[in-house]
């Protein structure tokens, strides 16, 4: 398999492809090295611990206070279950900002490049702007206790496209999974209509402390038989007021509203104002029975 800085091939990070034995730590402090000879048994040393609570809004771990965004762009990572339209939401993202914003996306699957197919195939950005994570293991894993394979395909679309922003959409995993904040600075945890009116007081550190929760798929209610007025009651309470989207990502609904709270967070973090105000000129809000733009395949 090719790595990352193999340009001209595809950008594929495979979880064997990288010496990696450590787990913790900044991003200033990382040290790999490139090898493809040698095996991994995809093992990550993690624990799946016991947690006493459904986690705290108020009390989630804030991002890391750093400054030379030059060595790692402003990080946004996107996770959730799987089916609840991540990968819909990175390529409208894309679609939206791309023309106002500097973009790069890195994408995680355990054992294929499915979703950065998807997103190569509907043009989300110039495919050299785009890496493929293979985790081999629990999604959460390698975005939370062993994120090094993630953090070298950051920096290294940031030294060489120097973006303002990269995304990084973790595998499908349950609400317990977060991102470490070594990695993302900025989180969003996407569920889906679909999953019933009763996953937001489910709980979990997806669903609480996310910077953004995002309910995706609005479009299903009727269909599934979920109340969105229980799902916005029941999100506001586990998240103590946190903020909130309903949205149907493949229909561009609700992702202005997304794009413009990550930029404001961005914009605050990396000190340009200017970031915040190049979504001006960007589409408008959508309405709700607007058709999809066409894309090719579902997620």
């Known amino acids: 398999m090719q790595t990352a800085n193999d340009h001209g091939k595809v950008p594929f990070i495979q979880s064997g ?23 991994h048994s995809h093992e990550h040393g993690h624990t799946h611990e016991h947690m006493e609570g459904p986690g705290e809004f108020l009390s989630r771990d804030g991002p890391l206070s750093r400054r030379d965004w030059s060595a790692r762009a402003f990080t946004v990572g996107i996770g959730g279950p799987v089916g609840s339209g991540k990968t819909a939401l990175v390529l409208a993202l894309c679609r939206y900002l791309s023309q106002q914003v500097s973009l790069a996306v890195v994408t995680n699957d355990i054992f294929t490049r499915e979703d950065w197919e998807f997103l190569v195939k509907n043009k989300a950005l110039p495919e050299e702007r785009m890496r493929a994570v293979e985790t081999g293991g629990c999604p959460h894993a390698a975005i939370r206790e062993d994120y090094a394979l993630n953090m070298e395909a950051v920096k290294e679309l940031t030294e060489c496209y120097h973006p303002a922003m990269v995304i990084v959409e973790s595998g ?22 679909a999953g019933g009116d009763k996953v937001p007081r489910k709980g979990g550190p997806g669903i609480t402390q996310s910077d953004l929760l995002v309910i995706n798929k609005t479009d299903l209610a009727e269909a599934v038989g979920a ?5 916005d009651r029941e999100a506001n309470q586990m998240r103590q007021g946190g903020p909130t989207i309903f949205a149907q990502c493949k229909h561009m609904v609700g992702v202005p509203a997304i794009a413009r709270h990550v930029l404001e967070v961005c914009a605050i973090a990396t000190g340009d104002p200017d970031l915040y105000n190049r979504i001006k000129d960007a589409a408008p809000e959508p309405d709700a029975d607007a058709g999809a733009e066409a894309t090719n395949g579902t997620h």
């Open 17 to 39: 492809s990288m010496d990696h034995g450590h787990h913790h730590g900044s991003d200033d402090n990382h040290s790999h090295t490139h090898g493809h000879a040698h095996s």
């Open 172 to 193: 499908g995993d349950n609400l317990a999974a977060n991102f470490s904040r070594e990695l993302a600075d900025f989180i969003i945890y996407v569920i889906d209509v």
């Open 227 to 231: 109340d969105l007025g229980v799902m």
